[in-house]
């Protein structure tokens, strides 16, 4: 009988899926590794959200694993790599918290915008700072995004109900696609030059890893924010504090930190312009669900047809486009799970379609026109530059 291990918390409903067509399950959240790699030899199917680590010993030791579910959208606390050395399928889903996590980044773009937490607790500590809590307006100011997807596209459609401005830095995103949405491309230099709220929203990637660094911060505008819901490790976070200690004007609103959970003697604590939330913005209780549910059923066809093979002998892993289109890991996967495994043959699949369905639900009408000169001259300008090895940072 097939065997799938849940690791991290899903909701208890998804587990019916697998139930109900034969599949054993075990739910054992917060594993120690030890554990994990004493009983991940026995199963064939691994489920995880964002707290269990399928590093590389876990990987090795999971002798009989076909396919790791990821519940969620990053697929960092995977090593992929290693697993699809070893033919064993990762997927994760794609669309399923974006609007929640696109939800929590406006949440805190208003949260900085007028310091409600600080504000909240100097209340109710008995005081009435009104003229300490001066905000500001978000009408007309700029929206700086770093990352123009599938949660970056969201935002920046909520920011611009809020008549404000969007420019963004994403070289890979299609500038026709900007251009629809109403947002402008531009260098990460500028987006921290021009924002009054700069929102990090790229994938954790080799590439993406400290990417945001001390001279980025300095060059912030005198009372502008940041915000991140993407990974912690996407900051140099010891360089970010070495700037908000010195400019109290700027304000860092993070759900998400480098490690998590952050150490209680983090530094990141009790200076007086950062508020952290724990990694909450693609969690929300319905959600979750929906969430585990997408995943199970996703895992179940999955494992389904690792047993039976699909029609052409393929096998089918969902990842989503823009990452990997930006991502050499995925695009090693993409290659490695071309393999033939198990009697099935391996392609991985990505969502072109949908992610085009997912930008034209959103389209309203262009500004600008766009033609495709412009991306040609575009994609052109990025392959040179991708060829000197120059910085992504030049790239308009
Ligand atoms: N805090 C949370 O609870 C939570 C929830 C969901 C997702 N997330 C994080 O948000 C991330 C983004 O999710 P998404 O669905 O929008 O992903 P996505 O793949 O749709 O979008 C990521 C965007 O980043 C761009 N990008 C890639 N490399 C880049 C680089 N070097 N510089 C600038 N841009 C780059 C890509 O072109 C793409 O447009 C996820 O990878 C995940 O880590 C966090």
Request: proline share 4%.
């Amino acid at each position: 009988m097939t065997k799938v291990l849940i690791a991290d918390e899903l909701s208890p409903k998804a587990l019916d899926i697998f139930r109900s067509r034969g599949v054993e399950v075990d739910v054992r959240v917060g594993l120690k590794k030890p554990d994990l790699l004493s009983i991940i030899g026995g199963y064939d199917g691994l489920a995880v959200r964002s707290a269990t680590k399928a590093d590389k010993d876990v990987i090795a030791a999971a002798k009989n694993l076909k396919v790791i579910g990821r519940a969620g959208i990053g697929v960092d606390n995977i090593d992929i790599p290693s697993a699809t050395a070893r033919g064993i399928v990762v997927m994760n889903t794609p669309f399923g918290n974006s609007i929640t996590t696109a939800e929590h980044a406006i949440a805190l773009l208003f949260a900085a915008a007028r310091h409600i937490a600080a504000a909240d607790v100097s209340t109710q500590a008995g005081k009435w700072e009104k003229t300490r809590f001066m905000g500001i307006e978000l009408y007309a100011k700029t929206l700086g995004l770093i990352g123009c997807g599938n949660i970056g596209a969201l935002v920046a459609e909520r920011a611009l109900a809020l008549k404000m401005k969007v420019i963004a830095y994403d070289p890979f995103v299609p500038i026709a696609d900007a251009r629809a949405l109403d947002v402008r491309i531009t260098s990460l230099d500028e987006v921290f030059s021009l924002s009054d709220v700069v929102s990090c929203h790229t994938p954790l990637l080799a590439e993406t890893k400290h990417l945001l660094r001390q001279r980025h911060f300095e060059r912030m505008k005198t009372g502008a924010s940041f915000i991140n819901t993407a990974r912690g490790s996407i900051v140099c976070e010891a360089e970010m504090i070495h700037v908000l200690a010195r400019r109290p004007d700027l304000f860092a609103v993070l759900d998400v930190t480098d490690p998590e959970p952050a150490a209680t003697n983090s530094p990141l604590f009790g200076l007086p312009n950062v508020v952290v939330t724990p990694h909450i913005a693609g969690s929300l209780g319905a959600e979750c669900q929906r969430l585990g549910r997408m995943m199970l059923e996703e895992l179940h066809r999955l494992e389904e047809t690792v047993r039976q093979g699909l029609p052409g002998g393929e096998q089918r892993v969902q990842l989503d486009a823009r990452s990997a289109q930006s991502n050499q890991d995925a695009h090693q996967y993409d290659e490695v799970v071309r393999k033939p495994f198990d009697g099935a043959h391996l392609t991985a699949w990505r969502q072109p379609a949908a992610r085009e369905e997912a930008v034209q639900r959103r389209t309203h009408p262009a500004r600008n026109s766009v033609t495709e000169q412009d991306d040609a001259r575009r994609r052109d300008e990025r392959d040179h530059a991708h060829d000197r090895g120059s910085d992504l940072e030049q790239l308009r």
